[in-house]
């Protein structure tokens, strides 16, 4: 079976919205950060002349590539190898840990530097590292916090958006030792600063993932803000990459779209601070080792589906996560997936195979927020609405079926149509408050106990037409 994450054994996202909304402190963090980030996606999307334009032409490359994936993917390969770069293919999460941890154990290393990456996050590579006896250090400042809080990201650029100053304050405190640490955040970073160093200058291997493979030149693109990424690329002697199939582009001249696109959608930053190009190795300058894993795991089913293909268009910025008014409400964990929010709703199922999250594509309010601010313009409602379908085909609820039958029978003729509103009239008594029925119970107590449902009236637009042509209307 396929796993991203833990969604395979998350609750429902209903039930596990619910305890997440229950949370005032962790609302409370969501809403401010998300706030933060879409007022600088904002200001830097309305000063470009032509954002629509670059969203466009960014569809179009990555729609291209999906329809060319195979030339494009041998091109890749062929050209790394050529740059001194090994290339593996890894079907799914088990056998892309598996090369991991072969190529670390073949240095007999016991310790690796990583770079933020969804990826690993996604084969759960941390945990297989350990099991292997190889201790993973994280070194982007978020995913620190998280590893040292023993936590889960809740949200694809920024993991730890659910934790404020002072519980990173409190982590840092007990987990690195440092009793009298103060809150400022130089305080904080600074203790990140010294925890890390040592790691960067001692630790021979390093580990990333991509944001982009460029075909034509076998390089690999990565982009930071912090400058751990440039640490952990160029200062050990092993450097492993693990990156889905979908991130190859054609060219070079590519990256021009997407160097715009992505820091403005993903940090509201014009241009990401550290942006890191390399392909193979160069004796005397950099690793002398590089490996690349190129993960499938589910990919290739996802293309397969012509409507949700364009789910592998994504880039990973999360702009579809700050704008969603139910992330912004539950945020990441509540989606009990790696990838969360309304990319995580239309992706995890998808990868993960729609059984063990059939509660995902209802986690929305299709109210097109995504789709508005998607750097790519992956129509996520539309794909939403097709998942949903592939659910009910697969077999609804038993409560949807009867419900569906019961209505299907009630609208197939004025008569039985009369007949159902008389019997829905005496049994929703007991539940009438004024207008609105409150508290159905059984099946119906889903529907009632998070919207509302108008009572019957006691006369229908048909009596009372009735009553009109005999001049008896009021
Ligand atoms: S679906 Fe679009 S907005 Fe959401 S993370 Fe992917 S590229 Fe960004």
């Keep these: 079976m396929i796993r991203v994450g833990n969604a395979a054994a998350a609750p429902e996202f209903a039930v596990a919205a619910d305890q997440a909304l229950a949370n005032v402190q962790l609302r409370r963090n969501v809403r401010h950060a998300t706030e933060v980030i879409r007022g600088k996606r904002a200001l830097v999307v309305a000063e470009s002349d032509d954002w629509q334009a670059l969203r466009e032409s960014g569809r179009q490359i990555k729609a291209h590539v999906l329809r060319h994936l195979d030339s494009y993917l041998e091109a890749f390969e062929e050209n790394c190898t050529r740059a001194g770069g090994h290339v593996h293919w890894a079907a799914d999460a088990d056998g892309a840990n598996r090369i991991i ?147 190859v582009i054609p060219a070079l001249r590519d990256l021009e779209v997407f160097l715009q696109l992505l820091p403005r959608s993903a940090t509201g930053e014009r241009m990401n601070p550290y942006n890191t190009l390399w392909a193979g190795t160069t004796p005397g300058d950099g690793p002398e080792e590089f490996h690349i894993v190129l993960l499938d795991n589910g990919r290739t089913r996802v293309l397969a589906d012509p409507v949700s293909r364009e789910t592998l268009q994504c880039i990973r910025c999360a702009a579809c996560l700050n704008a969603c ?50 750097p790519v313009k992956i129509n996520i409602p539309e794909i939403l609405i097709h998942l949903r379908r592939r659910i009910v085909e697969g077999g609804a609820p038993l409560g949807e079926r009867m419900g569906m039958k019961g209505a299907a029978l009630a609208f197939s003729s004025p008569a039985w149509l009369r007949r159902a509103q008389m019997i829905g009239r005496f049994l929703q008594r007991p539940f009438r408050k004024g207008d609105q029925l409150a508290h159905l119970p059984g099946l119906f107590a889903a529907w009632t106990r998070t919207r509302d449902l108008p009572a019957l009236p006691a006369q229908s637009f048909r009596d009372w037409w009735a009553a009109r042509e005999r001049g008896g209307a009021s």
């Design 101 to 247: 941890v072969d190529i670390i154990r073949s240095h007999g290393e016991q310790e690796v530097i990583k770079v933020k990456t969804m990826t690993s996050d996604e084969t759960r590579l941390n945990a297989a590292l350990e099991g292997a006896g190889i201790a993973p250090h994280e070194t982007d400042l978020a995913d620190l916090i998280i590893q040292l809080g023993n936590d889960t990201p809740s949200h694809i650029v920024v993991p730890a958006l659910h934790r404020n100053r002072a519980e990173i304050r409190e982590i840092f405190r007990q987990k690195m030792g440092l009793p009298d640490l103060g809150g400022e955040p130089h305080d904080l970073t600074t203790a990140a600063r010294q925890y890390l160093r040592e790691k960067f200058l001692r630790v021979p291997v390093g580990f990333s993932g991509a944001n982009f493979l460029i075909a034509e030149t076998g390089a690999v693109c990565v982009v930071e803000s912090e400058g751990n990424g440039r640490m952990c690329l160029t200062l050990p002697r092993v450097l492993i990459t693990l990156a889905g199939i979908e991130k």
């Design 325 to 374: 008014p139910v992330y912004r409400q539950t945020g990441g964990h509540a989606y009990g997936s790696i990838y969360s929010g309304p990319i995580g709703a239309i992706l995890t199922p998808q990868l993960q195979g729609m059984q063990h999250s059939t509660s995902l594509p209802y986690a929305s309010s299709l109210c097109g927020a995504c789709y508005e601010v998607c």
